[in-house]
């Protein structure tokens, strides 16, 4: 079973970032996707980012694109999500996902088994 302990999130004013980490344990996340989602107030979860066995193997959505940077730290069994320039419609709770099976990078929420506790990020206008 894998556990995973998010960290980071917070209140930030427009054009702000944030670093939001995804702490693995239990079993290592370094040969799987992992991927970022999150659900703002009155809407569905919605992919990220999301980053395969291999760090070069990245995929992120629109809203994303330019603005936020998966990373992995394999030694540290962790994941993080750079995000700058941030904007108010960033505004979610945000969660990592880790799959048991899926090597190459994902952004289907069906592909990944285990997931965070979830963390607020808050961007003020």
């Known amino acids: 079973q894998v556990q995973l302990v998010q960290s980071g999130g917070g209140l930030v004013q427009t054009g702000g970032s944030l670093r939001l980490s995804c702490a693995a344990s239990?079993?290592?996340?370094?040969?799987?996707?992992v991927g970022w989602f999150r659900r703002a107030p009155g809407k569905d979860v919605e992919f990220v980012a999301t980053?395969?066995?291999?760090?070069?193997?990245?995929y992120y959505a629109e809203p994303a694109q330019g603005r936020f940077t998966v990373s992995r730290d394999d030694a540290k069994n962790t994941v993080y999500l750079q995000m700058t320039n941030l904007k108010p419609e960033d505004t979610a709770v945000y969660y990592c996902?880790?799959?048991?099976?899926?090597?190459?990078?994902?952004?289907?929420?069906?592909?990944?088994?285990?997931w965070g506790q979830g963390t607020q990020v808050t961007v003020s206008s």
């Open positions: 996902a880790a799959s048991r099976s899926q090597r190459y990078s994902s952004g289907s929420r069906w592909q990944y088994d285990y």
């Open positions: 239990g079993r290592t996340v370094s040969d799987y996707a």
């Open positions: 980053v395969g066995w291999n760090n070069d193997d990245q």
